[in-house]
């Protein structure tokens, strides 16, 4: 388990995280979200002590990362995927890596094949795409066996078939029941991936929430209703006082009764429904709002470049 505890990091006169309180459960996977420039990465670099907190506390399995004999078999951790030498191979890398944590060499050959590349494990890593890259630095983060894994932006570079791996992969040490943390600023992947968020902006705490809560804020108002008698039965849901809105000669919005108890009005008076469709926001819209005060660098609107 992570566990940070009224977190703060100051630089001069800016507060990049403030007061940050959040727990990281294991046998789940965490999505770690905010806009860019929101505090995470130093949020990450203060769980690992690679940047000392000006209050609170960060720890792992209870105990500051620190304070554990060998770091890496209790958190595996990705943050620069390009803080390789680029004329070490990929095996020596890790190796260099096993050794100064007490693992078995004989590990690094299991991590190699883990992340697809077992057949270019010792070729130079300064040749590696993008992609090759990130996987190599995924395996430096499974290499200890860890409890506890976190990756900042783990998808970055990788193709289609490279975020599906890793989604997955994710998701099976999750079920073996490890912590694990995965930063990002794209909810439409996190979606796919995590079953809980911790959500901050201008590094502060706005969410800590499920993926099932975070869906119930995404749920619309609105139900789009066609009917074979829509006439009669606009006519008995105004007469309990619901709102609706014409959409067009065939469709009504209905606002403020609950789809299930629309296709109640209906069956009890005979009327057959064509279409019964919930209004929903995507969980993208939801994060958007959420942080839509929080977004450091906004762009320009869109235009056209003069001649």
């Keep these: 388990m992570i566990e940070v505890a009224n977190l703060t990091k100051r630089y001069g006169s800016f507060t990049a995280v403030d007061d940050l309180t959040f727990a990281v459960q ?12 929101s505090g995470k990465s130093t949020t990450m670099r203060m769980i690992l002590g690679l940047d000392a907190p000006t209050a609170g506390t960060a720890t792992v399995g ?15 951790f990705l943050l620069d995927a390009g803080a390789v030498h680029p004329t070490r191979s990929a095996f020596d890398h890790l190796r260099a890596l096993a050794v100064t944590n007490g693992i078995p060499t004989s590990r690094v050959d299991e991590v190699l094949e883990i992340v697809g590349l077992g057949e270019v494990g010792r070729r130079r890593s300064g040749g590696f795409s993008l992609g090759m890259g990130q996987r190599l630095g995924i395996a430096a983060a499974l290499l200890g066996d860890p409890e506890v894994v976190m990756l900042d932006e783990p998808v970055n570079g990788l193709d289609p078939e490279g975020i ?5 992969l994710l998701q099976d040490l999750a ?6 943390f995965v930063s990002s600023h794209l909810m439409s992947e996190m979606e796919l991936m995590a079953e ?3 959500i901050i902006g201008q590094g502060r705490l706005i969410e800590d929430i499920s993926v099932d809560e975070l869906r119930v804020m995404a749920a619309g108002e609105k139900t789009h209703v066609r009917a074979d008698r829509l006439d009669d039965l606009v ?4 007469a309990d006082g619901v709102d609706i809105v014409s959409d067009d000669r065939e469709t009504v919005s209905v606002s403020g009764l609950d789809p299930g108890d629309i296709g109640a009005v209906a069956r009890d008076n005979g009327i057959a429904l064509t279409a019964l469709v919930p209004e929903q926001r995507s969980l993208e819209d939801v994060f958007m709002s959420l942080t839509a005060d929080a977004v450091q660098y906004h762009g320009a609107p869109n235009k056209v470049a003069a001649g």
């Design 164 to 168: 599906l791996w890793i989604r997955h």
């Design 62 to 76: 209870g105990r500051a990362l620190s304070r554990h004999d060998r770091p890496l078999t209790s958190l595996g």
């Design 235 to 238: 006519g008995l849901l105004r």
């Design 26 to 37: 294991p046998g789940i996977v965490t999505g770690f979200l905010g806009p860019n420039g």
């Design 196 to 198: 809980h968020f911790v």
């Design 175 to 180: 079920r073996d029941g490890r912590t694990v």
